[in-house]
């Protein structure tokens, strides 16, 4: 049984371009979150969905950042015209249900050059 | 602002006695906790849980006290054991995140 898997490990983009960030959840994990870790930091939350559906954006940044969960394939977390203050570690994790313990991925780094 | 602190950047600790790492939060509404342990260039491990209907949940070495009046939840590790050496996150209903405590269990 996979872990939570997450591509690519290490994402180097320059400034302006788009990142995109995968995460495939554990198998039967319906919830995923989004999480962003500066250095120094904790993580903070970005965003939570379930299946097609968006439950709660309030730790994203209201421009350049979206979030998806299809019905087939991995979310996706997209990042439009990054900036240098976009570098960070960002994490997922899954859960079969809300409010339990969830599986985190190893993280992507992303570099902003 | 902040709504889950750690206040402790850091501990030491000798092997073999126990670590106490700490947590306060500030929204009354959080009705689940959880504890996680991270080593460098990797995700968050689950570690253990409690819901706010419990002030106790014990899994082998770790032990997650929750007291809702002071909104304060500890995490005990007895015996305390090299391997622990890590940076633990305690959360909030898995949306809010300490800023975590590093751990060094000394042998």
């Known amino acids: 049984n996979a872990g939570v898997m997450q591509n690519p490990r290490h994402l180097v983009r320059r400034r302006g371009q788009e990142a995109r960030l995968r995460c495939s959840p554990m198998k039967g994990h319906s919830h995923v979150y989004w999480y962003r870790q500066l250095p120094e930091e904790g993580l903070k939350f970005m965003v939570y969905?379930?299946?097609?559906?968006?439950?709660?954006e309030s730790g994203m940044p209201k421009e350049r950042f979206s979030a998806e969960f299809p019905k087939e394939g991995p979310s996706i977390l997209r990042i439009q015209q990054v900036v240098r203050g976009d570098s960070a570690a960002y994490f997922c994790?899954?859960?079969?249900?809300?409010?339990?313990?969830?599986?985190f991925g190893q993280g992507t780094r992303l570099t902003v050059v | 602002d902040q709504q889950v602190k750690q206040n402790s950047p850091s501990l030491s600790v000798q092997e073999g006695r126990i670590s106490i790492l700490n947590c306060d939060y500030t929204n009354s509404m959080f009705d689940y906790f959880l504890w996680y342990k991270k080593y460098p260039a990797e995700g968050p491990t689950f570690l253990i849980s409690i819901s706010s209907i419990k002030d106790k949940n014990e899994d082998g070495r770790f032990t997650v006290f929750l007291n809702k009046s002071a909104k304060h939840l500890s995490l005990h590790i007895v015996p305390s054991q090299p391997g622990d050496s890590a940076v633990y996150f305690c959360?909030?209903?898995?949306?809010?995140f300490g800023t975590g405590t590093s751990l060094t269990v000394i042998p």
């Open positions: 969905l379930q299946k097609e559906n968006i439950i709660d």
């Open positions: 959360a909030c209903n898995q949306f809010y």
């Open positions: 994790a899954s859960s079969r249900q809300p409010n339990t313990e969830a599986f």
